[in-house]
C-alpha cells in the first residue's frame, strides 16, 4: 500500500492485507479445493455468467486442465449441455467424471464434421498456439467464443470463418471481487470445488515442471503445513 | 513488521527456494490470514520466470490462497479472528479508476 513495496503472494505461512480484497470462506467444503477457486474458478465463472449460459445452451469447453475441469462443472451446475474439445482422446473418461455430456476428439476429423455449427458458446482455456478457425465452424450462428487462455503468439484466424454466421469473439480476464465472493458463494451451496493434488511446499519445483507437461489433475495445491 | 516465511525466487532464472522477508504491520482496515493452502496457477510460472515482462524480485508467487484470519484491525467491519478467508489475484488496486470502478 506504500507503492513501493512489492506485494508477496500466497507461498508462504502469513499475509496482511485490507480487508476490501478478502472474500469470506465457507466451512462447509474442503479448503485444499477451495483455493484454485480464487483464480481457476473465477475465470471460468465469470465469463459463463456474463454470458448467462445455462439451460438450453450448448457449451464446448476447449482443453481439460485446471480452467477447463472448472468450466466444466459450473456449466453443467448452470443446467448447460457440456461437451468437452481436446486433441487427447484418452481424456474422455475423466470428462465424463467431472459431469460433461459429451466429448470430441478434436483430431479426429469424423466427429469435428459431426459438430460443425452445433455450438452456442466455446470456452477456450487453451494457452498454446491453436486453430481458432477450426473451432469457429463449431459455433452456429450468433456462437460466441470466449478466450481466457493466453497463447504466447497473436491470434490468427480467418476473418470468414468468424463473419459467416455472426459469430462473436471475445475474451475474458479474470472477475471482480464482487463477483469472487458471489462464485465462492455458489461453490458453497452447490458443494463445487475444484479436483487437487495437494503438494509439500519442497515439491514445488517438481509441480512447475509437471504443469508444463501438463501432468496434473487439475490443479496443485501447496499444503503450508508443510512451509 | 511481522516476520514470513515462503518459497521465492530471485531472479527469472533461479528456482524456488526458501525465503524469510516480512509482511506489513496490520493497519485499521487490514486482516492477517495464517495461510493453510495456496494454488499452483500455470501463470505463477509465467511471472516467476519474467515470461510476461516486468516480474520484481525477489517475488513470492501464489494468487489462489486460503487461510484463517488470526488478527482484525480496529476498523474492520467483515471478519473476526478465526473466519476462513480467501485471496485471488486482486490485491491493493486503487478503487478510483474505471477497471476498480466497474468491479
Known amino acids: 500500500m506504500d507503492k513501493v513495496t512489492p506485494t508477496y503472494g500466497g507461498y508462504s505461512n502469513r499475509i496482511v492485507t485490507t480487508e476490501s480484497f478478502v472474500c469470506k470462506v465457507s466451512e462447509k467444503l474442503s479448503l485444499e479445493g477451495v483455493a484454485p477457486l480464487l483464480c481457476a474458478g473465477i475465470t471460468t465463472y465469470s465469463p459463463l455468467r456474463k454470458w448467462k449460459v445455462g439451460k438450453g445452451h450448448k457449451l464446448a469447453v476447449l482443453g481439460l486442465g ?3 475441469h472448472m468450466a466444466v462443472k459450473f456449466a453443467v451446475a448452470f443446467g448447460a449441455e457440456v461437451t468437452v474439445l481436446s486433441t487427447s482422446a484418452n481424456k474422455e473418461d475423466d470428462a465424463r467424471k ?3 455430456h459429451n466429448f470430441v476428439n478434436t483430431k479426429d476429423a469424423e466427429q469435428l464434421k459431426k459438430y460443425a455449427g452445433y455450438f452456442d458458446f466455446i470456452i477456450d482455456t487453451v494457452s498454446a498456439e491453436h486453430d ?3 473451432y469457429f465452424r463449431l459455433l452456429g450462428i450468433n456462437g460466441v467464443h470466449i478466450c481466457v487462455g493466453l497463447p504466447p503468439t497473436p491470434i490468427q484466424f480467418s476473418g470468414f470463418a468468424l463473419m459467416g454466421g455472426n459469430r462473436v469473439l471475445t475474451a475474458s480476464s479474470i472477475g471482480g471481487l464482487p463477483e469472487t465472493q458471489e462464485m465462492l458463494d455458489f461453490c458453497a451451496e452447490h458443494g463445487i470445488v475444484s479436483d487437487v493434488e495437494v503438494i509439500d511446499m519442497a515439491y514445488i519445483n517438481d509441480a512447475y515442471d509437471r504443469i508444463l507437461k501438463s501432468d ?7 499444503d503450508m503445513a508443510t512451509l | 513488521m511481522i516476520a514470513a516465511k515462503a518459497y521465492a525466487v530471485q531472479s527469472a532464472t533461479d528456482k524456488l527456494g526458501e525465503w524469510s522477508f516480512e509482511r506489513r504491520e496490520v493497519g485499521p482496515s487490514d486482516v492477517q490470514i495464517e495461510i493453510l493452502y495456496c494454488g499452483v496457477c500455470h501463470s505463477d510460472i509465467h511471472q516467476a520466470r519474467n515470461e510476461w515482462g516486468g516480474s520484481k ?3 513470492v508467487p501464489g494468487h489462489e490462497i486460503v487461510g484463517r484470519i488470526t488478527k482484525v484491525g480496529a476498523d474492520v467491519t467483515k471478519f473476526k479472528e478465526g473466519d476462513l478467508a480467501g485471496i485471488g489475484c ?14
Do not use: Q, W
Open chain 1, 66 to 68: 485446471g480452467l477447463g
Open chain 2, 57 to 59: 524480485y525477489p517475488m
Open chain 1, 98 to 100: 467431472l459431469g460433461a
Open chain 1, 132 to 134: 481458432y478457425t477450426m
Open chain 2, 90 to 103: 486482486l490485491v491493493d488496486s486503487c478503487h478510483e479508476c474505471v477497471n476498480c470502478k466497474n468491479g
Open chain 1, 216 to 222: 496434473v489433475k487439475y490443479r496443485f495445491v501447496i
